[in-house]
């Protein structure tokens, strides 16, 4: 991943996307294990943001990469995109406040925890939901914004 | 601060995907697969700007899988569905019974197979990019294949062996491709570039006893 970025620092944002599988709206057969064992690697890797995936319990407890590396932008998954319904806002401004514990509000960025079609025929979602997430997302920004203010 | 944005893809409606469909077997030109297309980014970008996200997406519309749709853009690459991977695994078994477990649909998941020497011969976003900053002033996220993915991915020994003999001298091909595109990105103003790493989590998540995924 290095060799890829090196040169290119500061004339862009980098991030990198580290999630746990996508191919099926089965919980059970998606990848589980929290980011523990890769701190290393992310702290090595020059990249600006981790986009990462907090929406499940699979992916483990936020304060791992929190104490570890809050000098990064997180890009905190915070919606489910395999699921049928649109979380509640208050629930994606209670991870984004346990998000606060270690990021800055500027290093915080709302995000699914993956796509919602990474394979075109085994799409997880369907469109009027997808955009009923992103709708939680923002009102949820804008009440955050007002949080920290 | 808490800007909103997404990992990537978009669901794909059922014209879509009839569309991606007739291009792969060439009863569509790539010409009307992007005029369709570019009308369904228009739809998601339209919804997203009604959502009022801060950073957009186009969705990865045009895109087959996330990392499969380099084959379109990179020669010395094949298409090839699982279930075309299944007859040169060595353990078809194994292999078949993995996907089974996973859940993973053998014929509608496919990966970007190298089969000869690597070269970038279009942009793999560069143009994609250039199309979203016209419908849009906002600022644009764009997402790519990482490095170890694609490597680990391509690689097939029994199609890859003969151009590069080895996969860590294919990766030296895989990243200069990838910083090529960066590049061309970077020269197309691109604020934001995000590289999909999914299986890292394989690697430190299921040791050699348990299973590994398609990818």
């Known amino acids: 991943m290095n060799r890829v970025l090196d040169g290119f620092s500061g004339k862009l944002r980098t991030g990198i996307h580290v999630c746990r599988g996508n191919w099926s709206k089965r919980e059970d057969v998606l990848i589980t294990g929290d980011y523990q064992p890769l701190v290393d690697c992310f702290r090595e890797m020059n990249v600006d943001q981790l986009v990462l995936e907090y929406a499940t319990p699979r992916a483990g407890e936020l304060e791992i990469i929190g104490r570890a590396l809050s000098d990064r932008e997180i890009g905190l998954g915070c919606v489910n995109p395999r699921t049928d319904v649109a979380e509640p806002v208050e629930s994606i401004v209670d991870r984004a406040h346990e998000a606060l514990q270690y990021w800055s509000p500027e290093k915080i960025f709302l995000n699914p925890d993956c796509g919602f079609g990474c394979f075109a025929n085994r799409c997880v979602n369907q469109e009027d939901i997808a955009a009923a997430k992103l709708k939680s997302m923002v009102d949820a920004a804008k009440i955050l914004r007002s949080d920290v203010l | ?215």
């Not at chain 2, 899988?65 to 007859?87: C, H, P, Q, W």
């Not at chain 2, 793999?124 to 490095?147: I, Q």
């Open chain 2, 1 to 215: 601060m808490f800007s909103v944005t997404q990992v990537g893809s978009w669901p794909r409606s059922p014209e879509l995907l009839a569309g991606l469909r007739e291009k792969r077997m060439g009863r569509m030109t790539d010409q009307q697969f992007n005029e369709l297309a570019d009308g369904e980014i228009r739809r998601c970008i339209q919804l997203q700007l009604d959502a009022g996200v801060d950073i957009v997406v186009d969705g990865e519309l045009r895109r087959d899988n996330f990392y499969s749709f380099i084959s379109e853009k990179v020669d010395g690459t094949r298409l090839m569905s699982l279930a075309e991977m299944l007859e040169t695994v060595e353990d078809k078994a194994a292999f078949e019974e993995m996907l089974q477990t996973l859940d993973a649909p053998a014929f509608s998941i496919r990966n970007p197979t190298c089969v000869g020497k690597l070269r970038r011969r279009e942009p793999l976003a560069a143009n994609d990019l250039r199309f979203l900053r016209t419908l849009t002033d906002k600022p644009v996220k764009t997402t790519l294949p990482g490095p170890y993915l694609l490597t680990r991915a391509m690689w097939v020994t029994s199609y890859s062996g003969s151009a590069y003999g080895d996969k860590p001298v294919m990766a030296d091909d895989v990243v200069s491709i990838l910083r090529e595109e960066l590049e061309e990105l970077v020269d197309e103003g691109a604020e934001f570039v995000q590289f999909d790493e999914p299986v890292l989590t394989e690697v430190v998540h299921s040791g050699d006893d348990k299973r590994r995924t398609f990818m």
